[in-house]
């Protein structure tokens, strides 16, 4: 059990009625709360949930528009994330209470000062490195709107420009990420045909992919609601047409592609996490076809050759700089 959902066991008797656990880990916690819902953008973990619990959990960007006696909100990465998550929980739940638990170190006691916005806070547990916080909701704040919280910037590479629109908690929400930018001068000269951009975010590699290839069919994937959501807005922005899919990890993704492109993940929440990124290589060949790309942009510390080699074919480095290179291999 995550010791987040350990700390709200400590407390069960305040979390009796209908609760929603908002960005509820997966594991065995509703199975202890048996009137309670889940709410998740993680698509991982909501797959698990769902089979897990049928019916009792949704994924979405907002909250369903239920009826609920009180809601948890698990402390996720991202400041503004928090400050969104807040906003939609209050709104709905003017009156009563929301409850905020998290990790000291992923920043609890700065998170239940966001809390404190909404009405009388009190710490209410600590305990395996976790704090419980309440918060007795008193006014209903406006309802927040995410598309309204979005970030525009405009991104260029070569000749072409793509107006990006990030929402809170998506990677480089706000402006664009050094490894990316390298990525998108490494685009030309991919086999024509499907392509995926692997752990998509706002969208940007997935809609300069559509620009410069515009009879590709690409598929945008990411384990993120927040993520699909900005990117359907990137590309909306943009008037490009590409498939969005939310989706865990590679086995998600299309088979038949011609090129895999992708900025992969490396961290995940508090936790260095490699394994998403790892599988990806590992698998690269079973979603391409032979003659099919593999073309990725790294911290250039991390080992990611050897493995490539040993699972696609040659690995070169087409681009270096400022800490990142750009790899590129092909499957025979
Ligand atoms: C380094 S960011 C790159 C985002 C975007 N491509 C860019 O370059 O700005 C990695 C992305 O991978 C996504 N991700 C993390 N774990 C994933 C998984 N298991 N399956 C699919 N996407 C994942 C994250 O949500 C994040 O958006």
């Given at each position: 059990m995550d010791p987040r959902s350990q700390v709200l066991l400590r407390n069960i008797e305040l979390l009796q009625g209908k609760v929603v656990l908002a960005g509820?880990?997966?594991?065995?916690?509703l199975a202890e709360l048996p009137n309670a819902q889940g709410w998740s953008w993680h698509a991982g973990e909501y797959e698990y949930l769902s089979q897990r619990f049928a019916e009792r959990c949704t994924f979405s960007t907002q909250l369903s528009g239920e009826q609920y006696s009180a809601a948890v909100l698990f402390l996720p990465k991202s400041r503004e994330l928090t400050e969104y998550l807040l906003h939609e929980l209050a709104a709905k739940l003017a009156g009563s209470t929301v409850f905020l638990v998290g990790e000291k170190r992923a920043g609890s006691e700065r998170a239940a000062k966001q809390l404190a916005a909404f009405g009388r806070t009190s710490k209410v547990d600590s305990a395996r490195h976790c704090q419980l916080w309440r918060c007795e909701v008193a006014a209903k704040p406006e309802q927040p709107n995410l598309n309204a919280a979005s970030k525009e910037f405009i991104v260029s590479s070569g000749e072409l420009s793509v107006a990006v629109h990030t929402v809170p908690g998506v990677f480089s929400h706000g402006r664009l990420d050094l490894g990316t930018q390298l990525l998108l001068e490494c685009l030309a000269g991919l086999p024509a045909g499907q392509y995926l951009d692997f752990?998509?975010?706002?969208g940007v590699v997935g809609s300069f992919l559509k620009k410069t290839y515009p009879d590709a069919q690409i598929t945008l994937l990411d384990v993120d609601a927040f993520a699909i959501h900005s990117s359907k807005l990137t590309l909306a922005a943009n008037q490009l047409e590409a498939v969005t899919l939310a989706g865990d990890?590679?086995?998600a993704a299309p088979k038949q592609l011609t090129a895999i492109v992708s900025n992969p993940p490396f961290h995940q929440g508090v936790h260095t996490q490699y394994e998403t990124t790892e599988t990806m290589l590992r698998e690269a060949a079973i979603h391409l076809q032979p003659g099919g790309e593999l073309r990725i942009v790294a911290?250039?510390?991390?080992?990611?050759p050897p493995l490539i080699e040993k699972h696609l074919g040659p690995c070169s480095v087409l681009a270096e700089r400022d800490g990142f290179k750009v790899y590129r291999a092909v499957r025979n």
């Open positions: 509820l880990p997966a594991d065995e916690l752990g998509c975010g706002a990890g590679i086995h911290n250039s510390f991390l080992k990611y």
